[in-house]
């Protein structure tokens, strides 16, 4: 049974930030989104002061520029979803330069846009963002997902007094293993049949199980362990 505040979650529209140094490109984001249905809460010129605005106004997704001012966009979302692990972050660049991309993604974002999408293709990245689903402009999400497994082919250190791995349902593990191959809550719902809701609890039951904050970590965990090659 859903509890008032899960369902205020699901009923009110989703909060978003939008932080880009060029005005006129800012607010027609902006202006975007809110015809969409976006509740635009808070917009931002420069790092330092995307920082304070999102802890203040609180965001559900903030759609992040990299080149900015005073701070650049990858420690904006380092710090931000660093302190708030429910933020999303989707970046929105010009850059489709495969080291800018890597580096948002360690950073902690969930996806990257370029800004060559249409506004129909923001509207959707940004509601699949919300959701939790990683977003990437096309040939672009191969080249995460073969990231992680590099980053994840090297020796898992492993100190002699870690505590025992926390043991995860069968269900929560088949979620997590085609997390780790790339799919989508959607797609994971259609082929597990059940509901996208069900796959996003069975998620954040894992995050809390293993003491991770968001999707990366979970897609890495999961690699260091060969989930993805079962199956």
């Not at 080249?143 to 043991?167: F, H, I, N, T, W």
Request: proline residues 6%; contains cysteine; glycine residues 8%.
């Amino acid at each position: 049974m859903s509890t008032p505040n899960a369902r205020d979650a699901q009923e009110r529209p989703t909060r978003v930030m939008v932080v880009d140094d060029h005005p006129m490109w800012r607010d027609a984001v902006a202006r975007d989104l809110a015809e969409s249905g976006f509740d635009v809460v808070a917009t931002a010129g420069d790092g330092p002061q995307a920082v304070r605005r999102a802890k203040a106004a609180r965001p559900d997704v903030l759609v992040l520029d990299l080149n900015l001012p005073g701070m650049p966009g990858v420690q904006v979302c380092k710090e931000l979803v660093g302190s708030h692990p429910g933020l999303r972050v989707l970046v929105l660049s010009a850059s489709g330069e495969h080291a800018d991309v890597l580096e948002a993604v360690k950073s902690g974002a969930t996806g990257y846009l370029l800004k060559s999408a249409s506004t129909q293709e923001l509207t959707d990245a940004v509601r699949s963002t919300a959701a939790g689903d990683p977003v990437f402009t096309p040939g672009l999400a191969g080249l995460v997902l073969g990231e992680y497994r590099r980053l994840a082919s090297g020796p898992v250190p492993v100190a002699a007094d870690e505590p025992k791995a926390p043991e995860l349902t069968d269900r929560e593990t088949e979620v997590l293993r085609l997390v780790a191959k790339g799919l989508s809550y959607k797609q994971i719902a259609e082929r597990l049949v059940i509901s996208h809701r069900t796959v996003q609890n069975h998620v954040q039951n894992t995050l809390g199980k293993l003491q991770l904050h968001n999707r990366v970590e979970l897609v890495r965990y999961a690699i260091e362990r060969g989930l993805d090659d079962v199956g």
